[in-house]
């Protein structure tokens, strides 16, 4: 590889922009695709395909043989809430190396002493989360149970098409949820994204416990086949 | 904490700018079950230095072992492991799988 295409390639990473590195592995010949190029590249068919899966894979085109190295953004976990089961949330998330970042406008639960190392933003989602650029490969977790705080953030999560939306409350109160959602613009499609009560079911009861079962949907909506998910 | 995928890019990059010679060496296909997915990376410098893997610690060994050459050589290499392999230090992957390893040298 050559220095600048790894320098490329560093930068793009760390814009969170998703590359494709094409290598011809007989000749040794390379070249760097940013997401953005792929519409126009003559492999886009198959450089789309991979990066929708998010899988690197080894093709044939041409009668050359080419891996394709996809390259996506670091996962991120955007917390609303500095809850108690957010204060577990975060390091776990951050042991499967997602980038965490927690919001909630309260300053008496979003303090250094109950996140030590996680990025805590004491400010109104509608503040905190449009600079954070927000993106597809974006978890996104709403656990303050308080409309005034939740309700905003997801429907910034909607705009920004988050790969996973989970918002904490039983079955009734998601229904109202539902309803303030759609009378603030969200459409029926939007709200039927939302994983409501949060978690996969496996019977959690303390917050360490929900933390965990919020993380293995997250890891299921990222790695499972599309249709085993729903 | 574990070594990322871009943790490893940008210590290749680091390395290479202190003028060190670096490898990457990277998974490009698995058959069976294999330890870590095409994509799966591992950089190595001249010093034998390694972060990242291509295997769960099986061959990585014989992987930074001809990470070196590369270095020396300039010449991309494939690496080809099984559970069958016979090695001068009998590396192979005892979960049954077989992976093929592209070594190329991080050229200034």
Redo the contacts between chains.
């Keep these: 590889m050559k220095l600048q295409t790894l320098a490329l390639l560093n930068a793009e990473r760390a814009a969170r922009r998703a590359v494709v590195v094409v290598t011809d592995v007989a000749s040794g010949e390379q070249r760097l695709v940013k997401a953005a190029e792929i519409a126009s590249d003559p492999l886009h068919a198959a450089l789309a395909k991979q990066l929708r899966m998010g899988k690197s894979a080894m093709i044939e085109a041409d009668g050359h043989r080419l891996f394709l190295n996809v390259h996506a953004p670091t996962a991120r976990l955007v917390i609303i809430g500095a809850v108690h089961i957010s204060q577990a949330l975060a390091p776990m998330a951050r042991a499967l190396d997602y980038d965490v970042t927690v919001i909630d406008p309260r300053t008496a639960f979003a303090s250094p002493e109950r996140f030590p190392d996680v990025p805590l933003i004491a400010e109104w989602p509608e503040v905190a989360l449009p600079p954070l650029n927000v993106d597809a490969y974006t978890a996104f977790v709403a656990v303050t149970h308080d409309p005034k705080i939740d309700d905003p953030a997801l429907l910034h999560a909607f705009e920004r098409a988050c790969f996973y939306i989970g918002a904490l409350g039983s079955r009734k109160t998601h229904a109202k949820r539902g309803e303030r959602l759609k009378a603030m613009g969200a459409s029926d499609a939007d709200i039927a994204r939302i994983r409501a009560p949060i978690g996969l079911n496996i019977g959690a009861v303390s917050p360490s416990e929900i933390a965990v079962s919020i993380m293995a949907e997250i890891t299921a909506t990222l790695r499972m086949p599309k249709d085993l998910t729903a | 904490?574990?070594n990322?995928?871009?943790d490893i890019?940008?210590a290749?990059?680091d390395w290479?700018a202190a003028g060190r010679g670096v490898a990457?060496a990277?998974v490009?296909?698995t058959w069976g079950s294999a330890p870590r997915?095409?994509?799966s990376s591992l950089v190595i410098n001249e010093d034998g230095t390694f972060l990242g893997s291509v295997s769960g610690g099986c061959v990585e060994g014989a992987v930074v072992t001809e990470a070196l050459d590369v270095i020396a050589s300039g010449?991309?290499k494939?690496l080809e492991f099984g559970v069958a392999d016979e090695t001068a230090w009998n590396v192979g992957l005892s979960c049954g799988g077989t992976i093929r390893v592209?070594v190329?040298?991080?050229?200034?």
């Design positions: 904490m574990l990322r995928d871009e890019l940008k290749a990059a290479q990457l990277t490009v296909e997915p095409a994509g010449t991309p494939m592209y190329e040298k991080v050229m200034s």
